[in-house]
């Protein structure tokens, strides 16, 4: 379980201290799901694209059915205000979020009406870049028809779960996901890039997976470093044939790999440049 950190929560047109009760058991989004929610870290009083995040979650909400109350600018002003509220240094995670109070048509669908919003900062710390082990999980990305793939919503998450713990009753720490014709989608929490004699290869943003934010700026900057970025379909086999492998994502950013399935894997020198990278991007911007 993890420990209870410093929260603050905007709830309702006020910051409210700790983790107010949001939901009861008629809530929609607490027995059909329908929850979007998108999360940006800031480390040292910086929050990086902290605006395309909060774009992000108003999209999902439409994706979803909800109807977004407020504007990305304003969730931004929000979220800097409620950073006030920690020390300048501190790890936090700042993660808005929209749900349905209300089922509409049949119920089922969410009522937009209904939405509500909130916007929770908490102090996390930034994970150690010390590396992770990863085996290939036999769940997979659902495709648009089967799940609302085109959103950051709760509702997907479960699967993921179900990889994780798949993975850690097999000896490893995450797992690789395929996508539903059987290429590397992502892992079961964050995007991933492999490295093969200097070359980036990440798997091609086909729908079924979302091409994050973090993933799009450390390719953007990898690029403009010199770097040859290949967005394809890979199959599991070429990723464990990768020199580096390492993850991107909003919680920790830039982290390797260091086992997949029985190959070990080190820290490389692309994974370090690519961290180098958006931490300096990171704290310019």
Request: glycine share 8%; hydrophobic share 40%; charged share 25%.
């Amino acid at each position: 379980m993890a420990e209870w950190s410093k929260t603050w929560t905007f709830l309702d047109g006020e910051w409210l201290e700790g983790n107010p009760p949001i939901a009861g058991p008629r809530t929609h989004a607490l027995w059909l799901g329908s929850c979007v929610f998108d999360g940006a870290r800031a480390f040292e009083g910086v929050a990086p694209d902290l605006d395309r995040h909060c774009m992000r979650v108003n999209d999902s909400a439409a994706a979803l059915g909800l109807k977004p109350l407020y504007r990305w600018e304003e969730m931004v002003e929000i979220a800097q205000d409620g950073l006030d509220r920690f020390d300048k240094d501190a790890a936090v995670y700042i993660r808005p979020m929209y749900w349905a109070e209300q089922g509409g048509y049949f119920a089922v669908p969410p009522l937009p009406e209904s939405t509500r919003f909130c916007l929770t900062i908490y102090e996390t710390p930034l994970p150690e870049p010390l590396g992770f082990s990863a085996t290939l999980s036999r769940f997979r990305r659902p495709t648009l028809e089967t799940a609302p793939v085109n959103a950051k919503a709760a509702c997907l998450y479960p699967n993921s779960a179900r990889a994780l713990l798949e993975a850690r009753e097999k000896g490893f720490e995450n797992a690789v996901v395929l996508d539903a014709m059987g290429n590397v989608a992502e892992l079961a929490t964050a995007n991933l890039m492999g490295v093969k004699d200097g070359v980036v290869h990440t798997p091609y943003p086909n729908g079924t997976f979302l091409n994050g934010i973090t993933r799009q700026r450390v390719a953007s900057l990898l690029r403009k470093a010199g770097y040859i970025v290949e967005e394809r379909p890979i199959r599991f086999p070429e990723l464990l044939d990768m020199d580096e492998v390492f993850a991107t994502g909003n919680y920790a950013k830039v982290m390797p790999l260091n086992r997949i399935e029985d190959r070990d894997l080190q820290p490389g020198p692309v994974f370090h440049k690519a961290r180098e990278l958006y931490w300096e991007w990171a704290h310019s911007s």
